[in-house]
């Protein structure tokens, strides 16, 4: 069964630096790969999708995400931090069983930026 | 275009006692699903729908969950009785349908407290 693994429960960084959270996955076969982030008692809001195509794929909220097919990796990516960022970010992969289709999330990153 | 709505979205109940969550999803998503989301960790499938029809119910603890979709539109999980670790956020979510990159919206979810 597929599984998605995110390096590190919680990130820090300061304001205007580089943020980059980690998301690899287990399967052999491309599946699609998405980020989905999460404000304090909010639910999940896509940040960006991959499906086909271009593997540098562009978000909102100036992030963006590479999969990388040979190191199973789809690692997110924001060149500047705001404080706005600070979120729970989560990496889900879909799997196909059959007729079944259902996303595989990771445990989360939470983000903190320090002022 | 409205997103999906959740109610109530605080519950504190005695454990043992029954509690019901409402969703309405986006308008013309086939696809509804029940998350449950515990502090700290990524969203854990309970029931998806495809229409009225229940086509992966695997992992609802049946002996005391149950879920309906009457019509293929609104639903409602119910759990009943109660017990404390049902504590978490349970999540509803909606896609247009099918298999493969389809993402899901999320509803800002539903906290419930089992005292």
């Known amino acids: 069964a597929q599984s998605v693994t995110q390096l590190g429960s919680h990130v820090s960084v300061s304001e205007g630096a580089l943020v980059l959270l980690r998301c690899n996955y287990s399967?052999?076969?491309?599946?699609?790969l998405f980020w989905y982030v999460q404000y304090p008692n909010q639910g999940l809001q896509l940040l960006l999708k991959?499906?086909?195509?271009a593997t540098l794929v562009k978000g909102i909220n100036g992030f963006e995400a590479e999969f990388k097919k040979s190191e199973t990796s789809f690692h997110l990516t924001k060149p500047s931090a705001h404080m706005s960022d600070a979120a729970e970010y989560f990496c889900?992969?879909?799997?196909?069983?059959?007729?079944?289709?259902?996303?595989?999330w990771g445990a989360g990153t939470k983000l903190i930026i320090k002022p | 275009e409205a997103g999906v709505v959740q109610s109530p979205r605080y519950k504190i109940i005695e454990k043992k006692q029954p509690v019901a969550f409402w969703c309405n999803p986006i308008?013309?998503?086939?696809?509804l699903y029940w998350y449950r989301q515990n502090l700290g960790q990524g969203p854990e499938l309970l029931i998806r729908?495809?229409?009225?029809?229940?086509?992966?119910d695997s992992q609802l603890p049946k002996d005391r969950f149950s879920a309906e979709r009457l019509k293929g539109v609104d639903s409602t999980l119910k759990i009943q009785p109660a017990e404390l670790g049902d504590s978490a956020v349970y999540l509803c979510?909606?896609?247009?349908?099918?298999?493969?990159?389809?993402?899901?919206?999320f509803g800002p979810g539903t906290r419930l407290t089992v005292t």
């Open positions: 979510a909606s896609s247009p349908g099918g298999q493969g990159g389809y993402e899901q919206y």
């Open positions: 308008s013309g998503h086939n696809t």
């Open positions: 729908y495809e229409n009225e029809e229940a086509v992966d």
């Open positions: 399967s052999s076969v491309p599946p699609y």
């Open positions: 991959y499906t086909t195509g």
């Open positions: 889900a992969v879909s799997e196909v069983d059959g007729s079944n289709y259902q996303l595989i």
